[in-house]
């Protein structure tokens, strides 16, 4: 499980995110635009 918390309030898990994802989005320049183009929308998600 992937969790993604913002800097302005909001936390969500993002369920069955590979860690070769996790591992791309920590070295990713734009953490949000990665998540935005990669994970939101391909992996269930509940806000926390």
């Known amino acids: ?3 993604v918390e913002f800097e302005h309030g ?5 369920y069955d995110v590979p860690e070769v994802v996790f591992e791309n989005m920590k070295h990713a320049p734009s953490k949000g635009q990665f998540l935005a183009q990669h994970i939101k929308g391909a992996y269930r998600y509940a806000r926390a």
Request: charged share 10%; proline share 0%; aromatic share 24%.
């Open 1 to 3: 499980m992937l969790v």
């Open 10 to 14: 909001g936390r969500y898990n993002y």
